[in-house]
């Protein structure tokens, strides 16, 4: 033990250290806690100019009833759930037998496989928009959600990821089973999907926070004051159609959008932490 | 060769072995095709088009389209919107990405020197990172609106004059650059944290012994070294991350004012599905493309070979 391992210090020896992060902290917390002050005050004390965080008047009902009363906010939300949920399964559904065939079986073509799936972890997602929106245009399932969902439904990195935790797996698990007579299909679904749940859910985390915040493909397939907007999309049309610079309703939306992933980050932490630093490659 | 992944009593009955490879085979192509046919339609073909298109002068609804060779990468250059898009790109990379990593090794160092509120320190840093940006952008525009925003009303106490953030094209790409770390620091944080984790403590000793004795040459001789590996790659992430900008320019300028925060994503977002010129967005696209991949070449050919330890 050396004398300057952290974890014999005093409180007292401690307190820069703890003043020094709460200074950042709140720093940091800024944009927050300002968004939800300014989603509290009506609309003349948000143009007074005052510093003061805590609104003389609270007007919580009447910034979160105009959002609520003139945008579809829930309807927003939802189709948050179903393009992130679509994604996902898809992802899921195609990247965790592709990772496992990867993995363990021995076929003509693998190594050719494995190089495309390296040359995709090359392409960021902003790359086959153009000729994607041509051919959606085309066969015009534009503004739907199967143009929200398709270009995402494969995910180069899960195959990689997948394969990577599938071969670290015992040989001798699949060997048993085959052994007793399960097929490929009742190994994938009955011993490789179910051990696999770790990277899964690592990756279902990385994959919900990336869609639920994506912007740019949705600006692109979907068009309009539609039915059909993400949450992101939605505060845009709220403050460019509707809200404007009345601050306090455009906070109220911007509260509203942000809280399921934040709520859902504080419940589980760590496993968020975790997902998104483990998948974090692509980023 | 490939009978050696067969298990023993298979490989012994050769015709069996035969048969089960074959079946095993198969089984592969039909696991993966799903993927593979996905990964083709939404990805190869659409990447390969866009390369084509970009030597095309497609417009879109146009009756037909032109091979035109190198022409739009040669408006490229001369296009002083594209090079402004270029430049503040180049811009929002260079000052971001050194700015956000140091910035996350010392929240790092400073979380993992004590032991009193590591969780609560690192979720605080790491909340931008999983907020929706839109949402958090659209927070920012409040703060640094230039009359009725917190930031100029906390500089007006001081008595210093703000700056129109957002709204002068001297100081719109440096107040952009402010959000980019501030979206992108807990992230780096966390990778040092689980980097610096990684080091074993009695380095640390030994180094104590041989008369390292202050915190400061302790980073130099032990921390710094073999964070090597992690640095590099939070490094490579972080220029494509800030390379990745669009969102914060979408929700909150357009490009403006004045085209003075025109960024690469955005004017290709511009061209192609505002002005509806592909060829042109195309040419964009690879010029995007480019740089991602040098900056992944960068990572795995050059730097690759100083910082790895074996």
């Not at chain 1, 007074?48 to 309807?75: C, H």
């Not at chain 1, 990867?102 to 073509?109: E, I, P, T, V, Y």
Request: a neutral charge; aromatic letters at 12%.
């Amino acid at each position: 033990m050396t004398p300057s391992s952290p974890h014999d210090k005093s409180l007292i020896a401690d307190l820069p250290r703890l003043v020094l992060l709460s200074v950042l902290g709140l720093i940091f917390l800024m944009p927050y806690i300002w968004m939800i002050s300014v989603s509290l005050k009506p609309l003349d004390e948000v143009w007074r100019a005052s510093m003061s965080l805590i609104p003389q008047t609270f007007a919580f009902e009447k910034n979160y009833g105009r959002v609520l009363s003139e945008v579809p906010i829930g309807r927003y939300l939802l189709n948050g759930v179903i393009v992130c949920f679509g994604i996902l399964v898809f992802q899921l559904a195609f990247a965790l037998p592709a990772g496992y065939a990867l993995a363990k079986l021995n076929f003509r073509g693998r190594e050719t496989l494995f190089a495309f799936v390296m040359l995709g972890l090359l392409i960021p997602a902003h790359v086959p928009a153009i000729p994607l929106y041509i051919a959606f245009a085309q066969t015009g399932i534009l503004n739907t959600y199967a143009a929200l969902i398709a270009p995402s439904t494969i995910s180069v990195f899960a195959i990689f990821m997948f394969r990577q935790f599938f071969r670290a797996m015992p040989d001798e698990l699949i060997h048993a089973a085959r052994m007793d007579g399960l097929g490929e299909w009742s190994i994938v679904w009955r011993i490789i999907v179910p051990n696999a749940w770790p990277a899964a859910t690592a990756f279902a985390i990385f994959s919900v926070v990336a869609h639920w915040n994506d912007l740019f493909w949705p600006l692109i397939a979907v068009s309009g004051k539609g039915e059909l907007a993400t949450p992101a999309l939605g505060v845009i049309y709220f403050r460019t159609e509707e809200a404007g610079d009345d601050f306090g309703a455009l906070m109220a939306a911007a509260t509203i959008t942000t809280i399921p992933l934040v709520a859902a980050f504080l419940l589980a932490q760590r496993r968020f932490i975790e997902g998104i630093t483990m998948t974090g490659l692509k980023g | 060769m490939s009978d050696v992944a067969l298990p023993r009593g298979y490989a012994a009955a050769a015709p069996a072995g035969e048969r089960i490879h074959r079946g095993e085979a198969l089984a592969a192509w039909l696991l993966t095709a799903p993927a593979v046919l996905a990964f083709v339609l939404m990805l190869l073909i659409p990447t390969a088009a866009v390369v084509a298109i970009a030597f095309t002068d497609y417009e879109l609804g146009a009756p037909a389209l032109r091979f035109v060779g190198l022409a739009n990468f040669a408006e490229l250059m001369e296009d002083r919107g594209f090079v402004t898009s270029f430049r503040n790109t180049a811009f929002f990379v260079a000052v971001t990405t050194p700015v956000s990593i140091i910035g996350g090794l010392m929240l790092a160092l400073l979380i993992e020197s004590g032991t009193r509120g590591r969780t609560f320190f690192r979720a605080v840093f790491f909340l931008p990172v999983v907020s929706l940006m839109v949402a958090m952008a659209t927070a920012f525009q409040y703060m640094f609106h230039p009359t009725i925003g917190p930031v100029n009303a906390a500089l007006r106490g001081l008595g210093i004059v703000g700056p129109n953030w957002l709204g002068s094209s001297d100081s719109v790409m440096w107040t952009l650059a402010i959000i980019g770390v501030w979206e992108q620091i807990g992230f780096n944080m966390v990778l040092f944290l689980a980097g610096l984790t990684a080091i074993p403590r009695d380095l640390y000793a030994a180094a104590e012994v041989d008369g390292v004795r202050s915190a400061w040459s302790r980073f130099w001789t032990v921390t710094w070294p073999l964070l090597g590996p992690t640095s590099l790659f939070v490094l490579t992430i972080t220029m494509i991350r800030s390379l990745r900008v669009f969102d914060i320019v979408a929700t909150l300028t357009q490009g403006g004012p004045n085209k003075a925060s025109e960024v690469l994503l955005y004017t290709m977002y511009t061209e192609g599905f505002t002005f509806f010129r592909m060829g042109y967005s195309a040419a964009i696209t690879v010029v995007f493309l480019g740089a991602v991949v040098v900056l992944m070449l960068l990572q795995t050919r050059v730097l690759d070979r100083r910082v790895h330890y074996g």
